[in-house]
């Protein structure tokens, strides 16, 4: 059998990744509506947040899996089997310690929230109160994972993580198919059936590596070099994970102390949609992220360079191609979706879609940097900046604006971070700042300029109706093709496109 070169293994991969987020985002538009019509706007919104408290504990899984997949590919790109087993049986033994430190966390911080500050309906306390323990269960499932998936997705064996996924996503419909056919508080209810899921796919992980990878032995090894060394690393990675905690999570609990578990369930929808949309520029990410690192460990810099701006493009492009009829229907399709939607969940999910595009855009660069190692002063530069979303958002709200505003200013932060990670990678890998920062940024925003321009002019002269929503997707995925090959890329990029269209074609 011939073998895969990098760039077809990326596509097979990435393409993978894309059929389990069309299959889960299938299934996840309908498990949301059915969700929130059992549950109702005020339960879903309460389970809205106790489900951020104690994402809030695990905001080390992100960095420690992101340090994991990274140091398993290291060692896969030199070839180090040995290596590799090393850090995988410290990689477990220290998520087992985390998991009980994060659960000791919840039932004291957590509980005390829950039972003190968080503001809930009259005669739910006890309902919260049991939903909580379920929610912490099934983190704790999801969180040690972790290293399992880490490992699976250093090897670059993406069906098997996607197989899993669908299923997570297909037994969870199935539970809320359950949910609505059983008598019993529907809150305590919902959380208990989500357990499941996360149980079973966390026992076909575990399962999985150690009969696929059975050259990695699980060992009675522990280094305190390299723990400390990776651990570094983790500690240096964490700003990814408290900006996400201010930005969601902790302005979720303040909004409902400001307002009501209403509007977050309005953010909650904007969330999951956000999510969706951003996961097609993630999945992108995560194909490209092993391919990346083990190109930086085998000093291979020019083409890594070129690799990451053209794959900055494609990342933004594959957002924005979803992302612009979306901004443009959302309110008709919040109503086809939920026919009722909660409050404020159409400009919530506009804003917040327009956010996430933005940041795709360098979530490529994000990955080199973290393969170098070196990011302890980017994630620093990160934090300190983006850290001040929280205090602003604060602001606003005390001088009497609405819950909106707080999405209004997101994308600004997220504008400026753009540039702290092409400073920083371009500071690790040896470019030249401006050079990066032109040959990206220019040709996203005349695409993004001319295709949005067109569409805004179509879209206002036409009455909204199922029609107007099919020629918005149709005409926007035409524009946004014709441009972006026209304006979008360079002639290297074109010759690239071109040439594997030609040969998937001749394959055919």
Not at 70 to 92: A, C, D, Q, V
Not at 98 to 116: K, P, R, V
Not at 309 to 330: D, H, Q, R, T, W
């Amino acid at each position: 059998m011939k073998k895969m070169g990098a760039g077809e293994k990326i596509a097979h991969n990435t393409v993978f990744l894309y059929v389990r987020q069309i299959l889960n985002l299938l299934i996840s538009l309908y498990a949301v509506r059915m969700v929130l019509k059992i549950l109702g706007t005020e339960d879903y919104g309460i389970y809205c947040v106790i489900a951020g408290i104690v994402a809030m504990t695990g905001f080390l899984n992100n960095s420690m899996a992101n340090a994991s997949q990274r140091y398993f590919s290291f060692e896969l790109g030199k070839k180090n089997i040995n290596g590799l087993s090393e850090i995988f049986s410290m990689t477990i033994v220290s998520y087992v310690g985390i998991s009980l430190f994060l659960i000791i966390i919840s039932e004291t911080i957590g509980a005390w929230y829950i039972q003190n500050k968080l503001i809930l309906p009259f005669g739910r306390e006890n309902a919260v109160s049991m939903s909580f323990q379920c929610v912490i269960i099934t983190f704790i499932f999801s969180f040690i994972a972790s290293p399992f998936i880490a490992l699976i997705i250093a090897h670059e064996n993406m069906f098997v993580f996607s197989l899993v996924s669908v299923f997570e996503s297909v037994a969870k419909f199935i539970m809320t198919i359950l949910l609505s056919k059983l008598h019993f508080d529907k809150l305590i209810l919902y959380s208990i059936l989500m357990i499941f899921p996360s149980f079973v796919s966390f026992l076909i992980f575990f399962c999985f590596c150690f009969t696929k990878y059975k050259n990695i032995k699980f060992k009675k090894y522990w280094n305190w070099k390299q723990i400390k060394e990776m651990y570094i690393y983790t500690i240096s990675n964490l700003g990814g994970s408290v900006i996400n905690i201010f930005k969601i999570q902790i302005l979720n609990i303040f909004i409902n102390q400001k307002f009501n578990s209403k509007i977050v369930a309005g953010r909650g929808i904007a969330t999951s949609i956000s999510g969706i949309i951003q996961s097609f520029s993630v999945n992108f990410s995560t194909a490209i992220s092993p391919f990346v690192t083990k190109k930086f460990a085998q000093g291979c810099r020019k083409e890594l360079c070129s690799f990451l701006g053209f794959s900055c493009k494609i990342s933004y492009f594959i957002n924005f191609v979803i992302g612009l009829p979306a901004v443009l229907e959302m309110e008709y399709l919040l109503k086809l979706w939920l026919k009722t939607p909660p409050e404020y969940s159409s400009v919530f999910s506009q804003l917040i879609i327009i956010d996430c595009c933005i940041d795709s855009l360098t979530l490529p660069l994000m990955v080199g940097i973290q393969a170098t190692g070196r990011i302890s002063k980017y994630v620093l530069s990160m934090s300190v900046f983006n850290i001040l979303y929280l205090p602003v958002c604060l602001m606003l709200f005390y001088f009497g604006f609405n819950a909106t505003s707080a999405l209004l200013v997101a994308p600004f932060f997220t504008f400026v971070s753009i540039f702290i990670r092409i400073y920083y990678i371009c500071k690790n890998i040896g470019y030249k700042f401006m050079n990066m920062t032109f040959e990206i940024i220019i040709p996203v925003f005349v695409v993004t300029v001319f295709t949005a321009g067109i569409m805004y002019l179509i879209v206002r002269n036409i009455e909204q109706s199922f029609l107007r929503l099919c020629l918005t997707v149709f005409a926007s995925f035409a524009l946004n093709v014709f441009f972006i090959f026209l304006l979008g890329l360079n002639k290297t990029e074109r010759s690239f496109v071109y040439s594997k269209i030609k040969a998937k074609f001749r394959g055919v």
